[in-house]
């Protein structure tokens, strides 16, 4: 599985992005297949866990993020977004999706469950 994510950008406090990540998947396999996460890391700070959509359909969020980002996928284009509203400069960082396949729900949220992880896009939110 190849994950690239794309759509980050410099925003002011209070806007929105929609970011965006597109999977190529092999032959024998599908895109329903993977549980999708974003995940980010801001400058000198590890790297966390932001939102992730199983693929029975449950959905989870870091509490910083409840209510302003939301993550939805569009399997027939094997494609994961992240609405993010309401923007905030702690929303700072690179932005990275990933995909695990067997991911259980108590495992959403943590990284070392995700397998295959795109490139990252950048997203800077000034105040």
């Known amino acids: 599985v190849q994950l690239q994510a794309f759509g980050g950008g410099l925003v002011q406090a209070g806007d929105f992005l929609r970011l965006s990540c597109a999977a190529s998947?092999?032959?024998?396999?599908?895109?329903?297949?993977?549980?999708v996460g974003w995940f980010r890391q801001a400058p000198g700070k590890e790297r966390e866990f932001v939102a992730s959509?199983?693929?029975?359909?449950?959905?989870m969020y870091q509490d910083s993020v409840k209510g302003r980002f939301t993550v939805s996928r569009d399997n027939a284009n094997n494609i994961v977004y992240l609405q993010m509203n309401s923007l905030k400069p702690e929303d700072t960082a690179v932005y990275y999706c990933?995909?695990?396949?067997?991911?259980?729900?108590?495992?959403?949220?943590?990284?070392?469950?995700?397998?295959?992880w795109g490139q990252g896009t950048q997203v800077t939110v000034s105040s």
């Open positions: 990933a995909a695990g396949a067997g991911v259980i729900s108590s495992s959403m949220g943590t990284s070392a469950a995700y397998y295959y």
């Open positions: 998947v092999g032959t024998f396999t599908t895109f329903t297949r993977y549980t």
């Open positions: 959509h199983r693929r029975s359909g449950s959905i």
